[in-house]
């Protein structure tokens, strides 16, 4: 029998809190945590998951000296206060409250890590925690911090020119789906791969100048999280295109391209599109829409009863229908406040998008990915005749070059010190060469 779909469902609509009749549970909690003692010893970021089997939960938690606060930011959570922490010697307790819900963290500091027992609505969980350093938080990337003008405020990015002198080929670099950040690390993963920060080095020594940024609600641009309820998938292709217009108006840039890995393909698809650029690379990006993959990905892990029933769900939001009843197995998936950020994402079809491009396309992926296998990038090519296609026989997800192995596979996701997989920057040059994306003629003409 397959193992339901473990939840943690906050409602992030609102967050109001509550005051409630005082329960046994509640003065069991105020009992435990009246005491808050100094919190020097853990004062700082810490970054980790609550470990929710298949689905693991990022959160940030940020401890001052008396108190703290929690980011969620897959689920638009950001810097919520947590009603108490205390500290005794090892042992940490925090919780929060939230809709009248009492969340609380039990668990043991061990010099840089925390862990413990994460509790919900009679549900528990572990989760871990470990420190970032101050030197980590306060890291200067190098490279030029620019930003780019939205609607409704402004997005940050992170330039990096090569030594040379210009102008130069830019290229527009965009990151894979959930928490992931401008390098390619997601704080869904203990440690880093850096992969897409590896891969704007790497070009940038090839002449190559690029643009990486945080993901809205990620990092530098945390403050572009929003409400869960808000979110749309064209906010991202929104976010691509303000860089896409920004490169086309600075001097020092030739030719403007897009690279887009994993979920940031489809995004890069559309903003190449909407912004007209010069080219446009696909990273290891899906070969159909979001409602197939999901299904693909949830008859893993689901009952047949839960199965048929997200494929009805699933059908309805590809019909632009919000389901207001969902199993409480799914609601990890398919909260409301979810539905329409989804009814937007599964509207755009990675097949059909890939043949209105009217510029050169390059399609990689490798036949170690077992996230986006490469017939993903064939299915694309395919549809796109056109179109260069390049399959690295061990590169994963994350651009390495991993075994076969799953557990040894995985590692490659938190091992900066590993390379990008030999073949991946060569190929991504020679496509740029043959399609003079790397020649300075033409500058701003074509724009």
């Known amino acids: 029998m397959k193992r339901p ?10 967050f109001v809190l509550m005051v409630g009749c005082r329960t046994k549970d509640t003065v069991e909690v105020e009992e435990k945590s009246k005491e808050v003692s100094s919190l020097k010893a853990i004062e700082g970021r810490w970054e980790g998951d609550i470990k929710i089997p298949n689905q693991p939960l990022p959160i940030i938690v940020h401890f001052t000296k008396k108190d703290g606060t929690i980011s969620i930011p897959v689920q638009g959570l950001n810097e919520f206060p947590l009603t108490s922490v205390k500290l005794s010697n090892s042992d940490l307790f925090f919780n929060m409250d939230i809709q009248n819900q009492k969340i609380t963290f039990d668990g043991k500091v061990d010099k840089e890590r925390i862990s413990g027992t994460f509790v919900q609505n009679g549900q528990s969980f572990p989760f871990e925690l470990l420190k970032k350093s101050d030197q980590a938080v306060k890291e200067k990337e190098t490279g030029e911090i620019v ?3 939205l609607k409704n405020g402004t997005i940050k990015g992170l330039l990096k020119t090569p030594k040379n002198e210009g102008p130069f080929p830019v290229m527009i670099i965009i990151a894979g789906s959930g928490p992931t950040d401008k390098d390619g690390n997601s704080i869904a993963n203990p440690g880093k791969n850096n992969s897409l920060k590896m891969l704007a080095e790497s070009l940038a020594e090839k002449g190559i100048a690029s643009i990486r940024y945080d993901k809205r609600g ?4 945390m403050q572009l999280a929003g409400k869960e309820k808000d979110l749309r998938f064209e906010q991202y292709i929104d976010d691509a295109a303000a860089w896409a217009q920004f490169a086309k108006k600075d001097g020092r ?5 897009i690279i887009g890995h994993s979920e940031g393909s489809l995004i890069g698809m559309a903003a190449a599109k909407k912004t007209e650029t010069d080219i446009f690379i696909s990273l290891a990006g899906a070969g159909e829409p979001i409602d197939q993959v999901l299904i693909k990905q949830l008859e893993e ?8 029933e ?5 059908a309805k939001l590809k019909q632009g229908k919000q389901i207001g009843t969902v199993s409480a197995d799914l609601q990890s998936v398919f909260r409301p406040s ?5 009814i937007s994402w599964i509207q755009y079809n990675p097949i059909e998008l890939v043949k209105e491009l009217n510029i050169p396309v390059l399609i990689v992926n490798g036949n170690r990915d077992f996230q986006v296998p490469a017939t993903n990038a064939k299915a694309l090519h395919n549809e796109k005749k056109d179109s260069e296609l390049l399959i690295l026989e061990k590169m994963n997800h994350v651009l390495k070059e991993a075994p076969e192995d799953r557990k040894g596979n995985l590692a490659t996701y938190t091992n900066p010190e590993l390379p990008l997989s030999p073949g991946l920057v060569n190929g991504i040059i020679e496509f740029l060469n043959k399609n003079d994306i790397t020649s300075n003629d033409g500058h701003k003409n074509n724009h």
């Not at 779909?5 to 609102?14: D, K, Q, R, W």
């Open 218 to 221: 990620i990092g530098e641009n």
């Open 5 to 14: 779909l473990a939840i943690i469902c906050f409602i992030v609509s609102a």
């Open 147 to 149: 930003q780019a003008d």
């Open 301 to 308: 892990q689901l009952t047949p009863t839960l199965l048929t």
């Open 338 to 342: 979810v539905q329409p950020y989804m």
């Open 253 to 257: 840039f030739s030719k403007v391209g």
């Open 310 to 314: 997200s494929k009805e769900i699933l």
